[in-house]
Protein backbone atom coordinates (compact mmCIF):
# COMPACT_ATOMS: atom_id res chain seq x y z
CA UNK A 1 0.00 0.00 0.00
CA UNK A 2 0.86 3.56 -0.51
CA UNK A 3 1.51 5.83 2.03
CA UNK A 4 -0.65 8.74 1.71
CA UNK A 5 0.94 11.75 0.64
CA UNK A 6 0.88 14.60 2.88
CA UNK A 7 2.02 18.52 2.30
CA UNK A 8 4.32 20.46 3.43
CA UNK A 9 1.80 23.10 4.87
CA UNK A 10 -0.22 20.46 6.83
CA UNK A 11 2.70 18.97 8.60
CA UNK A 12 3.67 22.36 9.59
CA UNK A 13 0.07 23.23 10.69
CA UNK A 14 -0.13 19.81 12.28
CA UNK A 15 3.19 19.85 13.88
CA UNK A 16 2.05 23.37 15.41
CA UNK A 17 -0.97 22.11 17.08
CA UNK A 18 0.78 19.34 18.98
CA UNK A 19 2.63 22.01 20.25
CA UNK A 20 0.55 23.49 23.48
CA UNK A 21 2.02 26.33 24.42
CA UNK A 22 1.97 27.51 21.01
CA UNK A 23 -1.62 26.84 20.70
CA UNK A 24 -2.22 28.68 23.38
CA UNK A 25 -0.18 31.39 23.34
CA UNK A 26 -2.18 31.83 20.16
CA UNK A 27 -5.68 32.04 21.30
CA UNK A 28 -4.64 34.38 24.05
CA UNK A 29 -3.19 36.70 21.34
CA UNK A 30 -6.26 36.16 19.34
CA UNK A 31 -8.71 36.96 22.36
CA UNK A 32 -6.50 40.20 23.28
CA UNK A 33 -6.98 41.12 19.76
CA UNK A 34 -10.63 40.80 19.98
CA UNK A 35 -10.36 42.85 23.02
CA UNK A 36 -8.73 45.21 21.56
CA UNK A 37 -10.78 45.65 18.74
CA UNK A 38 -14.24 46.15 21.23
CA UNK A 39 -12.47 48.07 23.85
CA UNK A 40 -14.73 50.80 23.77
CA UNK A 41 -17.74 48.15 23.42
CA UNK A 42 -16.44 46.33 26.46
CA UNK A 43 -14.90 49.41 28.41
CA UNK A 44 -17.04 50.45 31.00
CA UNK A 45 -15.71 54.49 30.35
CA UNK A 46 -16.41 54.20 26.47
CA UNK A 47 -15.43 57.96 25.88
CA UNK A 48 -12.89 58.48 23.71
CA UNK A 49 -9.81 57.30 25.12
CA UNK A 50 -11.54 55.93 28.26
CA UNK A 51 -10.36 59.93 29.62
CA UNK A 52 -13.52 60.92 31.16
CA UNK A 53 -12.52 61.35 35.17
CA UNK A 54 -12.29 63.72 37.78
CA UNK A 55 -9.24 64.13 40.08
CA UNK A 56 -11.26 64.04 43.20
CA UNK A 57 -11.52 60.14 43.00
CA UNK A 58 -7.96 60.14 41.41
CA UNK A 59 -5.90 56.45 42.58
CA UNK A 60 -8.75 54.95 44.67
CA UNK A 61 -8.65 51.36 44.96
CA UNK A 62 -9.64 48.23 42.94
CA UNK A 63 -13.50 47.74 42.80
CA UNK A 64 -14.30 51.43 44.56
CA UNK A 65 -17.83 52.53 44.08
CA UNK A 66 -19.15 56.37 43.97
CA UNK A 67 -22.06 58.16 43.06
CA UNK A 68 -21.68 60.00 39.62
CA UNK A 69 -24.16 63.05 38.87
CA UNK A 70 -24.37 63.65 35.22
CA UNK A 71 -24.84 66.81 33.80
CA UNK A 72 -25.29 67.07 30.11
CA UNK A 73 -24.15 69.81 28.17
CA UNK A 74 -24.81 68.19 24.51
CA UNK A 75 -27.65 65.61 23.08
CA UNK A 76 -26.20 62.38 23.60
CA UNK A 77 -26.03 60.72 20.00
CA UNK A 78 -24.59 57.35 19.65
CA UNK A 79 -23.28 56.34 16.05
CA UNK A 80 -21.58 52.96 15.12
CA UNK A 81 -17.95 55.29 15.16
CA UNK A 82 -18.66 55.53 18.72
CA UNK A 83 -17.84 51.71 19.11
CA UNK A 84 -14.80 52.22 17.23
CA UNK A 85 -13.17 55.33 18.41
CA UNK A 86 -15.32 56.24 21.82
CA UNK A 87 -17.49 58.40 22.46
CA UNK A 88 -17.40 62.37 22.72
CA UNK A 89 -17.52 63.37 26.05
CA UNK A 90 -21.17 65.57 26.32
CA UNK A 91 -22.02 65.56 29.57
CA UNK A 92 -20.22 66.53 33.23
CA UNK A 93 -19.78 63.75 35.28
CA UNK A 94 -19.51 64.94 39.26
CA UNK A 95 -18.73 62.39 42.00
CA UNK A 96 -20.90 62.99 44.97
CA UNK A 97 -21.68 62.16 48.37
CA UNK A 98 -24.89 62.92 48.74
CA UNK A 99 -27.84 64.85 47.17
CA UNK A 100 -31.11 66.64 47.37
CA UNK A 101 -34.13 68.28 45.79
CA UNK A 102 -35.82 71.74 46.70
CA UNK A 103 -37.86 73.45 44.70
CA UNK A 104 -36.59 73.81 41.43
CA UNK A 105 -32.70 73.05 42.43
CA UNK A 106 -30.55 70.28 43.04
CA UNK A 107 -28.32 70.72 45.96
CA UNK A 108 -25.52 67.85 46.03
CA UNK A 109 -22.19 67.77 48.08
CA UNK A 110 -19.34 66.77 45.78
CA UNK A 111 -16.58 63.83 46.56
CA UNK A 112 -13.92 64.07 49.08
CA UNK A 113 -12.17 61.46 50.99
CA UNK A 114 -12.53 63.63 54.05
CA UNK A 115 -16.62 64.30 54.18
CA UNK A 116 -16.19 66.76 56.66
CA UNK A 117 -14.45 69.93 53.87
CA UNK A 118 -17.05 68.33 51.36
CA UNK A 119 -18.14 71.36 49.40
CA UNK A 120 -22.10 71.53 48.68
CA UNK A 121 -23.11 72.59 45.08
CA UNK A 122 -26.35 73.47 43.25
CA UNK A 123 -27.57 72.48 39.77
CA UNK A 124 -30.67 73.87 38.44
CA UNK A 125 -33.31 70.99 37.20
CA UNK A 126 -33.74 73.26 34.04
CA UNK A 127 -29.93 71.59 33.18
CA UNK A 128 -31.70 68.29 32.68
CA UNK A 129 -33.73 67.29 29.58
CA UNK A 130 -36.37 66.23 32.37
CA UNK A 131 -37.34 68.13 35.13
CA UNK A 132 -39.00 65.33 36.87
CA UNK A 133 -36.88 64.08 40.22
CA UNK A 134 -37.60 60.66 39.94
CA UNK A 135 -36.47 60.74 36.09
CA UNK A 136 -33.21 63.00 37.49
CA UNK A 137 -32.78 59.94 39.62
CA UNK A 138 -32.85 57.24 37.52
CA UNK A 139 -31.14 58.67 34.41
CA UNK A 140 -28.32 60.63 35.70
CA UNK A 141 -27.67 59.87 38.92
CA UNK A 142 -25.75 56.08 38.75
CA UNK A 143 -23.49 54.31 41.49
CA UNK A 144 -20.44 53.19 39.24
CA UNK A 145 -17.93 50.79 40.14
CA UNK A 146 -14.32 51.06 39.32
CA UNK A 147 -13.12 47.18 38.64
CA UNK A 148 -9.42 48.40 38.74
CA UNK A 149 -9.82 51.67 40.70
CA UNK A 150 -9.16 55.00 38.93
CA UNK A 151 -5.91 56.49 37.99
CA UNK A 152 -3.95 59.21 39.08
CA UNK A 153 -6.53 61.55 36.96
CA UNK A 154 -9.75 59.43 38.20
CA UNK A 155 -10.20 57.89 35.29
CA UNK A 156 -11.85 54.47 34.87
CA UNK A 157 -8.02 52.24 35.11
CA UNK A 158 -9.94 48.86 33.86
CA UNK A 159 -10.99 51.21 30.17
CA UNK A 160 -7.86 52.80 29.82
CA UNK A 161 -5.92 49.34 30.18
CA UNK A 162 -8.43 47.46 27.75
CA UNK A 163 -7.93 50.82 25.03
CA UNK A 164 -4.51 50.93 26.04
CA UNK A 165 -4.21 46.84 24.10
CA UNK A 166 -5.05 48.54 20.50
CA UNK A 167 -1.26 50.31 21.34
CA UNK A 168 0.32 47.48 22.02
CA UNK A 169 -1.11 45.66 19.15
CA UNK A 170 -1.32 48.37 16.69
CA UNK A 171 2.47 49.00 16.95
CA UNK A 172 3.62 45.33 16.28
CA UNK A 173 1.17 45.07 12.79
CA UNK A 174 2.38 48.53 11.58
CA UNK A 175 6.17 48.12 12.39
CA UNK A 176 6.27 44.41 11.59
CA UNK A 177 4.28 45.10 8.08
CA UNK A 178 6.89 48.03 7.29
CA UNK A 179 9.83 45.58 8.68
CA UNK A 180 8.68 42.77 6.15
CA UNK A 181 8.03 45.41 3.31
CA UNK A 182 11.74 46.90 3.24
CA UNK A 183 13.62 43.92 4.79
CA UNK A 184 11.83 41.61 1.90
CA UNK A 185 12.58 44.03 -1.03
CA UNK A 186 15.90 44.57 0.21
CA UNK A 187 16.89 41.16 0.97
CA UNK A 188 15.77 39.89 -2.08
CA UNK A 189 17.19 41.99 -4.49
CA UNK A 190 20.82 41.83 -2.70
CA UNK A 191 20.93 38.34 -2.54
CA UNK A 192 19.68 37.63 -6.31
CA UNK A 193 21.64 40.43 -8.11
CA UNK A 194 25.07 40.03 -5.83
CA UNK A 195 28.11 42.20 -6.72
CA UNK A 196 27.56 46.03 -6.49
CA UNK A 197 23.63 45.74 -5.91
CA UNK A 198 24.20 43.19 -2.72
CA UNK A 199 27.80 45.00 -1.55
CA UNK A 200 25.78 48.33 -1.18
CA UNK A 201 22.46 47.00 0.57
CA UNK A 202 24.84 45.08 2.82
CA UNK A 203 26.53 47.83 3.59
CA UNK A 204 23.38 49.62 4.48
CA UNK A 205 22.28 47.04 6.81
CA UNK A 206 25.52 46.75 8.72
CA UNK A 207 25.59 50.57 9.23
CA UNK A 208 21.94 50.23 10.54
CA UNK A 209 22.56 46.61 12.70
CA UNK A 210 25.75 48.60 14.36
CA UNK A 211 23.16 51.78 15.94
CA UNK A 212 21.22 50.61 19.41
CA UNK A 213 17.61 49.94 18.13
CA UNK A 214 16.35 52.42 20.93
CA UNK A 215 18.78 54.86 20.20
CA UNK A 216 17.72 55.08 16.49
CA UNK A 217 14.14 54.43 16.93
CA UNK A 218 14.38 58.21 19.42
CA UNK A 219 16.59 60.15 16.56
CA UNK A 220 13.73 58.85 13.90
CA UNK A 221 11.07 59.98 16.14
CA UNK A 222 12.59 63.33 17.01
CA UNK A 223 13.10 63.85 13.53
CA UNK A 224 9.35 63.04 12.42
CA UNK A 225 8.15 64.55 15.67
CA UNK A 226 5.77 63.18 18.81
CA UNK A 227 2.48 61.19 17.81
CA UNK A 228 1.30 57.87 17.42
CA UNK A 229 1.81 56.94 13.80
CA UNK A 230 5.28 58.63 13.70
CA UNK A 231 6.00 55.81 16.80
CA UNK A 232 4.94 53.37 14.91
CA UNK A 233 6.98 54.41 11.70
CA UNK A 234 9.58 54.83 13.38
CA UNK A 235 9.96 51.58 15.24
CA UNK A 236 9.21 49.87 11.59
CA UNK A 237 11.96 51.79 9.86
CA UNK A 238 14.63 49.87 12.16
CA UNK A 239 13.42 46.24 12.43
CA UNK A 240 13.88 45.41 9.18
CA UNK A 241 17.74 45.18 8.70
CA UNK A 242 17.46 41.14 10.62
CA UNK A 243 14.60 40.43 8.21
CA UNK A 244 16.60 41.39 5.09
CA UNK A 245 19.96 39.39 6.50
CA UNK A 246 17.50 36.49 6.73
CA UNK A 247 16.28 37.38 3.11
CA UNK A 248 19.66 37.78 1.49
CA UNK A 249 21.04 34.62 2.43
CA UNK A 250 17.67 32.38 1.63
CA UNK A 251 17.58 33.99 -1.77
CA UNK A 252 21.19 33.30 -2.36
CA UNK A 253 20.94 29.31 -2.11
CA UNK A 254 17.39 29.59 -3.58
CA UNK A 255 18.49 31.13 -6.56
CA UNK A 256 20.47 28.47 -7.39
CA UNK A 257 17.68 25.71 -7.75
CA UNK A 258 16.77 24.03 -10.54
CA UNK A 259 13.31 25.86 -10.94
CA UNK A 260 14.71 29.12 -10.63
CA UNK A 261 16.74 28.21 -13.85
CA UNK A 262 13.63 26.86 -15.69
CA UNK A 263 12.08 30.20 -14.75
CA UNK A 264 14.59 31.81 -16.38
CA UNK A 265 15.07 29.85 -19.71
CA UNK A 266 11.29 30.78 -19.99
CA UNK A 267 12.05 34.02 -20.38
CA UNK A 268 10.61 35.37 -16.95
CA UNK A 269 11.40 39.08 -15.81
CA UNK A 270 13.24 39.14 -12.84
CA UNK A 271 10.87 40.78 -10.59
CA UNK A 272 8.36 37.73 -11.27
CA UNK A 273 11.30 35.31 -10.31
CA UNK A 274 12.13 37.01 -7.19
CA UNK A 275 8.75 37.74 -5.74
CA UNK A 276 6.38 34.92 -7.50
CA UNK A 277 8.80 32.18 -7.33
CA UNK A 278 11.70 32.46 -4.82
CA UNK A 279 10.02 34.47 -2.25
CA UNK A 280 7.10 32.11 -1.48
CA UNK A 281 9.64 29.38 -0.56
CA UNK A 282 11.69 31.20 1.61
CA UNK A 283 9.52 32.64 3.92
CA UNK A 284 8.72 30.09 6.95
CA UNK A 285 12.27 31.80 8.50
CA UNK A 286 10.62 35.50 7.71
CA UNK A 287 7.23 34.58 9.90
CA UNK A 288 9.23 33.51 12.52
CA UNK A 289 11.75 36.03 12.68
CA UNK A 290 7.96 38.85 12.51
CA UNK A 291 6.73 36.78 15.82
CA UNK A 292 9.82 37.94 17.15
CA UNK A 293 9.49 41.51 15.75
CA UNK A 294 5.99 41.55 17.27
CA UNK A 295 7.23 41.04 21.12
CA UNK A 296 10.41 43.92 20.19
CA UNK A 297 8.28 46.41 18.60
CA UNK A 298 5.80 46.31 21.61
CA UNK A 299 8.98 46.69 24.05
CA UNK A 300 10.28 49.39 22.16
CA UNK A 301 6.80 51.45 22.21
CA UNK A 302 6.66 50.98 26.28
CA UNK A 303 9.96 52.16 26.34
CA UNK A 304 9.75 54.95 24.22
CA UNK A 305 6.21 56.07 26.09
CA UNK A 306 7.65 55.78 29.13
CA UNK A 307 10.62 58.30 28.26
CA UNK A 308 7.91 60.75 26.76
CA UNK A 309 8.38 59.89 23.03
CA UNK A 310 5.70 57.33 22.44
CA UNK A 311 1.63 58.20 22.18
CA UNK A 312 1.23 61.30 23.59
CA UNK A 313 -1.51 62.05 26.43
CA UNK A 314 -4.76 61.23 26.34
CA UNK A 315 -4.01 58.12 24.06
CA UNK A 316 -3.15 55.17 26.82
CA UNK A 317 -0.73 53.30 26.28
CA UNK A 318 0.58 50.54 28.46
CA UNK A 319 3.89 51.97 28.88
CA UNK A 320 2.38 56.12 29.31
CA UNK A 321 0.73 54.50 32.17
CA UNK A 322 3.60 52.75 33.99
CA UNK A 323 5.49 55.84 33.65
CA UNK A 324 2.33 57.82 34.66
CA UNK A 325 2.32 55.19 37.95
CA UNK A 326 5.44 54.06 38.60
CA UNK A 327 6.14 56.37 41.55
CA UNK A 328 2.72 54.32 43.31
CA UNK A 329 5.20 51.59 43.77
CA UNK A 330 6.52 53.53 46.89
CA UNK A 331 3.62 55.05 47.98
CA UNK A 332 1.23 52.09 48.38
CA UNK A 333 -0.18 51.26 45.36
CA UNK A 334 2.37 49.67 43.53
CA UNK A 335 -0.79 47.57 41.22
CA UNK A 336 -1.89 51.16 39.46
CA UNK A 337 2.16 50.10 37.45
CA UNK A 338 2.46 46.52 37.94
CA UNK A 339 -0.97 45.82 36.04
CA UNK A 340 -0.07 47.26 32.50
CA UNK A 341 3.52 45.81 33.08
CA UNK A 342 2.19 42.43 33.50
CA UNK A 343 -0.24 42.66 30.94
CA UNK A 344 2.10 43.11 28.79
CA UNK A 345 5.05 40.56 29.98
CA UNK A 346 2.10 38.63 28.83
CA UNK A 347 1.65 39.56 25.59
CA UNK A 348 5.41 39.60 24.92
CA UNK A 349 5.62 35.97 26.20
CA UNK A 350 2.85 34.99 24.15
CA UNK A 351 4.32 35.85 21.20
CA UNK A 352 7.54 34.53 21.58
CA UNK A 353 5.74 31.47 22.08
CA UNK A 354 4.33 31.22 18.84
CA UNK A 355 8.04 32.51 17.49
CA UNK A 356 8.93 29.00 18.79
CA UNK A 357 6.60 26.90 17.94
CA UNK A 358 6.47 28.24 14.43
CA UNK A 359 10.25 27.71 14.28
CA UNK A 360 9.85 24.35 15.55
CA UNK A 361 6.58 23.31 13.04
CA UNK A 362 8.28 24.63 9.63
CA UNK A 363 11.51 22.90 10.78
CA UNK A 364 11.90 20.81 7.49
CA UNK A 365 14.81 18.68 9.44
CA UNK A 366 12.74 17.55 12.13
Known amino acids: MFKKFVSANRKAFQKFKSNYWGVFSLVFIILVSIVAVLAYVI???????????????????????????????????????????????????????SYSFKNDTLFYKEFSTDPSISQTKFVLKSSFPTQDESEIQKQF?????????????????????????????????????????????LGAIAGYYGGKTDAAILWLINVIWSIP???????????????????????????????????????????????????????????????????????????????????????????????????????PSWGGMIKEHYNYIILGKPYLALIPGLAMCLLVVAFMMIGNALRDALDVKS
Request: net charge positive; charged share 15%.
Open 43 to 97: APDNTENANNGDVSISTQHPGFKVDVLKIPFAENKTSFSDYIVGKKINEQSIPIL
Open 213 to 315: TLLLVIAITLALGKGFWQVFIAVGLTMWVEVARVVRGQVMSVKQMQYVTAARALGFSDRRIIFKHIIPNILAPVIVISAANFASAILVESGLSFLGLGAQVPV
Open 141 to 185: IKTKKYWLGTDNQGRDYLSRLLVGARVSLAIGFVAVFISLVIGIS
